[in-house]
């Protein structure tokens, strides 16, 4: 990890909600912070550029929801393109991150915490990207 990465803004991509969260790398701290509603696949870009220039990431982390055995599924190359999507419209670098089961594992922390299982009504998918960035913090950064 380069040392001008301080803040460091996660995505878990979906073709009808991407969720967003935030962390710091020199405290390694994570917290979530949003869900976007997307079209296809395609989030409301100024949104999106809002939550940038209010954070100021350095640097952006998508998780890339491959198949159990390690290969690319569709949803894969979807989430590559928008991960290439994003570095091509804000500059910023964008690493991608082995994300499978993330979304399992935050609906069931949810689940623990007492979430009813309505996830359109209260979507994890923040929490999600608070996984996927913390798999990147804890193979990015030294302790």
């Not at 996660?10 to 967003?20: E, H, K, R, W």
Request: some cysteine.
């Amino acid at each position: 990890m380069r040392k001008s990465h301080r803040t460091v803004m996660a995505f878990d991509y979906g073709l009808s909600q991407i969720g967003v969260a935030i962390g710091n790398c020199m405290l390694g701290t994570t917290q979530p912070l949003a869900v976007l509603r997307a079209k296809d696949g395609q989030p409301e870009w100024q949104l999106l550029e809002d939550l940038i220039k209010e954070w100021r990431p350095d640097v952006l982390v998508v998780g890339e929801p491959l198949n159990m055995d390690g290969t690319a599924s569709e949803l894969s190359a979807r989430a590559n393109k928008f991960g290439r999507r994003l570095h091509g419209r804000l500059g910023l670098e964008v690493a991608m991150v082995d994300e499978r089961l993330s979304s399992f594992e935050a609906k069931h922390n949810s689940r623990e915490q007492g979430h009813r299982g309505d996830y359109k009504r209260q979507p994890v998918d923040s929490l999600a990207a608070e996984l996927i960035l913390r798999t990147w913090l804890a193979e990015n950064t030294e302790r």
